[in-house]
């Protein structure tokens, strides 16, 4: 416990929807991802602040229905409670946050924290949509009855902050709540247990142990005892309970809910109940098996479409920088070595990724825009019927959504999918979807290789590709879910139950919150790992060349160029030079160590059709896949020609040819590199936290070889075909 | 008495007993499925929407545990 010095340890909880992260936020002052899909707030988060003098260490736990934990998840939220938690302090006061329109449902979780014995304060959050649906809470009377502090919050508005905080303070020294007795067979069965263990676990546990068949609290149990049959003992102590009337589970929900009703009966009046809502209209529309997912489908495309427009002028912006920078250096440094670096490895390389930024702050948009507003689990109840026959539900939907966005934070949440099978499922295929980082791929080259028009007078054909790109991996995950599960994961799947929170505006603040972190993440990105593998690749392809010679002809060439009309000179001489330069150039590049590397691979992408620098470019980008465009950025910029008066690095890939002059780039080409791009595991982050999750480097490695081998095939057909309709 | 996934659009009714595989039946009572809710359907079909008193839960209708309602006006 605190001295009157230290901080008062308190700890937030409430059921999903309650805008339990919203208070957090508005209570730290300091914003965290918020929402209410599994693995939102997967990790219990904490923040510190001062009231009246009084330092105040909040933690945030996952939202749950019920402290009947069954998933590594619930059990974070016990762990805490309990002070078992690694390095945390047991929680002195505890926050519980309700769903003011909801109350009853609500007040469940709450009589399960009574079973801790700590001070509680009770948040009805929401109060505002409270007050909308007909729903009137007397407080006075809530807190007679509950003999707990009360306070009524709008959190998104800022409303009720302060209560919240002053009610904390009070709350560490008053008398504990009210709470329901345990029916007089439950405390024995617990008292019976407790003599099984030499040092007993806290009671809570015990009872929780008994209440919750086949949970984690259980099986913690089990181990403290380190008595095999201790499972058996605790189902005796459970059939013990049933003959005597208390039949686990549907008597503690009754239990519970008599007390709960009991002590609503004079508190809450409901005025409209069983109407319909607003909620209800709109999902007359979105939940329609046949028109809800016509609006889905309409949805995306249109997301993409947006993000293909707006976002254009920004890039073209940041890449005009990229070219003023780059004629700077030019002007300052003289060839050689060190303009080579800044202006082929630094800038072409780092640059090519940036000019992606607005791209992914759209993308990252207009997804924290449907998760917010509450449309992402209509999403997930149209889904569920599709996922149903490859022995997954609905849950598995959600994170793979946000592995549209990035698959780390969509495997992470995978954690609340309950049933193992579902979730490892869920996990080896969440990396096929097209994640934000494969934009800047797909964006270069439809740019640079899909015509520019429009179907029908307004459907872009590069939007179309776009969009197209992403089922690809979204198509080929079904068969795959469906192999995992025939020969690696058989058994019964998990049950599909999901609450579908009201409808509401999205917060700007939550959304740009996020945004902006995903923003700088990527940035950091961009100015860490993209930048070393730049220069990694831009050594790679300089040495070990002599660029004597080069510099030379490169240094006359400027001369001219800056005295033109001093210097009396043929136009064929300069000719003659531009074209000693870019054969210089070229032998330079295929000699270096990059060169030789790509001779070495160019036998296993032949059939891909495409050409060394290709290879190497998707090999440099094994690490993460953005890379590719700074390698080729790179790769491109040290074997340009001094011609390109841009160095817009698609003008350069349209110009490549083979050595008897054909074009590299065709249209087939662009695809299948779009194609491989959207199979192939390339990214180190993604494997890791897959080890991370599954606890074995075995499924880090089958994902990586799977995606890669269906990459390559996929790469394969996509150039085959491509080639064989338009030849 | 019958199970919720027979009412019809628009029909209510009111949960007398949820049976079945027990850690099922808890987790449908966590989260709202529990005696003497308030249900009505508001999509048919699998899954089904329900308004379960003022919530809005969707539930795929499992063998493994069954939730019985009986008729309200």
């Known amino acids: ?727 | 008495m019958f199970p919720v996934e027979t009412l019809r659009s628009g029909e209510a009714g009111r949960v007398v007993g949820v049976d079945g595989q027990l850690d099922i039946v808890q987790r449908l009572q966590d989260v709202g499925l529990r005696i003497g809710a308030t249900v009505r359907m508001l999509r048919e079909g699998t899954p089904v929407l329900l308004a379960v008193d003022d919530q809005r839960l969707t539930f795929r209708p499992d063998q493994r545990a069954m939730v019985l309602v009986e008729p309200t006006v």
């Open chain 1, 1 to 727: 416990m605190s001295n009157a010095a230290g901080p008062l340890h308190v700890a937030l909880i409430g059921n999903p929807n309650t805008g339990k992260s919203t208070l957090f936020n508005a209570l730290s002052g300091q914003n965290v991802r918020t929402g209410n899909f599994p693995g939102v707030t997967v990790e219990a988060k904490s923040t510190t602040f001062t009231v009246d003098g009084q330092q105040i260490h909040l933690t945030d736990l996952p939202g749950t229905y019920s402290l009947s934990p069954r998933s590594l998840d619930e059990m974070v939220a016990v762990d805490v409670l309990l002070g078992t938690a690694a390095n945390m302090t047991a929680p002195e006061v505890v926050v519980c946050v309700a769903d003011a329109a909801n109350l009853e449902r609500n007040l469940y979780l709450y009589t399960q924290l009574l079973d801790l014995n700590l001070p509680l304060v009770l948040v009805l959050n929401m109060w505002d949509n409270a007050g909308r649906k007909g729903i009137e809470v007397d407080i006075e009377k809530l807190q007679a009855s509950l003999g707990v502090h009360v306070v009524t919050t709008v959190a998104d508005k800022g409303v009720g902050i302060a209560d919240v905080k002053s009610a904390i303070l009070a709350a560490k020294n008053q008398s504990l709540p009210q709470r329901p007795n345990l029916p007089a067979e439950l405390a024995a069965a617990v008292s019976d247990l407790r003599s099984e263990f030499d040092s007993p676990p806290a009671d809570f546990l015990l009872l929780r142990g008994l209440l919750d068949i086949n949970g984690e609290t259980e099986k913690r149990l089990a181990k403290l005892t380190h008595d095999k049959t201790f499972l058996d003992a605790l189902n005796c102590h459970r059939e013990k309970l049933a003959t005597s009337g208390f039949r686990i589970p549907v008597a503690e929900s009754r239990w519970r809910y008599d007390w709960i009703r009991e002590h609503l009966k004079h508190c809450v009046v409901s005025t409209q109940a069983g109407q319909r809502t607003l909620s209800d209209r709109i999902d007359k529309v979105l939940t329609h098996r046949i028109g809800g997912v016509f609006v889905f489908l309409l949805t995306m495309l249109l997301v993409f479409q947006a993000i293909y427009t707006f976002a254009a002028p920004f890039s073209d912006a940041i890449g005009s920088v990229q070219d003023s920078a780059s004629a700077g250096v030019e002007s300052v440094v003289p060839p050689g070595i060190l303009r080579s670096l800044l202006v082929d490895g630094a800038i072409a390389g780092v640059g090519g990724v940036v000019v992606f930024l607005p791209q992914i702050v759209f993308l990252f948009l207009c997804i924290g825009i449907l998760e917010d507003c509450g449309y992402m689990a209509r999403a997930a109840f149209l889904a569920d019927r599709l996922m149903a026959p490859l022995g997954l539900n609905g849950r598995s939907f959600v994170p793979l959504m946000s592995s549209f966005a990035c698959a780390v934070p969509g495997i992470m949440a995978t954690r609340t999918i309950e049933n193992w099978r579902d979730r490892m499922v869920t996990i080896l295929i969440a990396p096929l979807m097209s994640c934000s980082a494969r934009w800047p791929v797909y964006m270069l080259l439809t740019s640079a290789f899909v015509p520019d028009e429009y179907l029908g007078g307004w459907l872009s054909l590069r939007a179309l590709v776009l969009f197209g790109m992403h089922f690809v991996g979204l198509i080929l995950a079904i068969p795959i879910a469906w192999i995992l599960r025939k020969f690696w994961f058989q058994g019964e799947s998990s049950l599909f139950v999901m609450e579908m929170p009201d409808y509401k505006t999205p917060s700007w603040k939550v959304v740009g919150g996020r945004v902006l972190e995903q923003g700088r993440e990527f940035l950091v990105r961009a100015g860490t790992l993209i930048f070393c593998t730049s220069i990694l690749v831009w050594a790679a392809a300089y040495f070990p060349g002599d660029h004597t010679h080069l510099y030379e002809v490169q240094t006359e060439l400027e001369n001219i160029e800056q005295n033109e009309t001093l210097i009396d000179i043929s136009q064929e001489k300069i000719d003659e030079l531009v074209a000693e330069h870019n054969q210089l150039n070229g032998e330079l590049i295929e000699a270096s160590y990059l060169g030789q590397a790509g001779h070495f691979i160019a036998p296993a992408i032949r059939p891909l059709g495409w050409d060394w620098k290709i290879g190497v470019a998707v090999i440099a980008s094994f690490p993460a896949r953005e890379v590719v465009i700074a390698a080729m950025g790179t790769i491109y910029s040290l074997g340009a020609d001094v011609d390109e008066e841009s160095s817009d690095l698609k003008e350069t890939m349209k110009k490549a040819t083979w050595s008897d002059g054909r074009p590299i780039f065709t249209l087939p080409v662009a695809l299948s590199i779009m194609v491989f791009f959207a199979l192939c595991s390339q990214c180190a982050a993604t494997l890791m936290v897959i080890r991370r999750e599954t606890n074995s480097w075995r499924w880090a490695l089958f994902t990586f070889t799977y995606m890669t081998l269906l990459a390559y095939a996929g790469a394969w057909v996509t150039v085959q075909v491509g080639n064989w309709l338009l030849v």
